[in-house]
């Protein structure tokens, strides 16, 4: 199986493999432009079976340091426009269920996405708060490419969160490293 490994700043990624799977990596820039295009250009070159999105998040309802699997993805610009007939929400779920490992024991949820740093927060209703996996979700989903995002929450938003999201970067990419090298986030296929 192909996997590919997305992350939108070198500090959020130490880098990794993934036991018996061809593994790529690539740095998406920060923000849903930039991260939509590059993605679109990798799948449209390495045709991976399975995308990845890593990196930090802040976060109103778990504690710092808290690392989870995003499976629900939120245009948090588009849901405040509220637009009619404008989709701002996608569900990987089925992804996740079928390239999750079932030895993977990390909380999952929902991650809202958008072209700011959030330091406030109008309501509580998302797990952790990004600026890249909606639009690589949107992406993958427009070409059929199972996706889901793995944050680690390195701020709590409202708490001097740019400072903190700076404080705890090396601590994102060591806990996202391990959980890599521990070889239980993705469900290799069966062999045949």
Not at 40 to 62: I, Y
Not at 76 to 81: C, F, N, S
Request: aromatic residues 6%; proline residues 3%.
């Amino acid at each position: 199986m192909k996997v590919l490994i997305t992350y939108a700043l070198d500090e959020e990624w130490a880098g990794a493999t993934l036991a018996g799977c061809e593994t790529l990596s690539l740095r998406t820039g920060v923000g849903k432009v930039a991260s939509a295009a590059r993605l679109m250009q990798a799948l449209m070159q390495s045709e991976p079976d399975l995308v990845v999105n890593v990196g930090t998040a802040g976060t109103v309802r778990h504690d710092v340091g808290t690392v989870m699997v995003c499976d629900r993805f939120i245009d948090r610009d588009m849901k405040v426009a509220a637009l009619p007939g404008i989709d701002w929400t996608i569900d990987c779920g089925a992804s996740v269920m079928r390239h999750l490992s079932p030895s993977c024991r990390l909380l999952r949820g929902s991650c809202n996405t958008g072209d700011s740093f959030v330091t406030v927060v109008s309501d509580d209703a998302d797990d952790m708060y990004d600026m890249e996996a909606y639009a690589q979700a949107y992406v993958c989903r427009m070409l059929g490419t199972p996706f889901f995002a793995i944050k680690y929450a390195t701020d709590k938003i409202g708490q001097n969160s740019v400072k903190h999201w700076e404080e705890k970067l090396a601590d994102a990419r060591r806990a996202l490293a391990e959980l890599f090298a521990a070889g239980d986030i993705v469900a290799l296929p069966e062999q045949s």
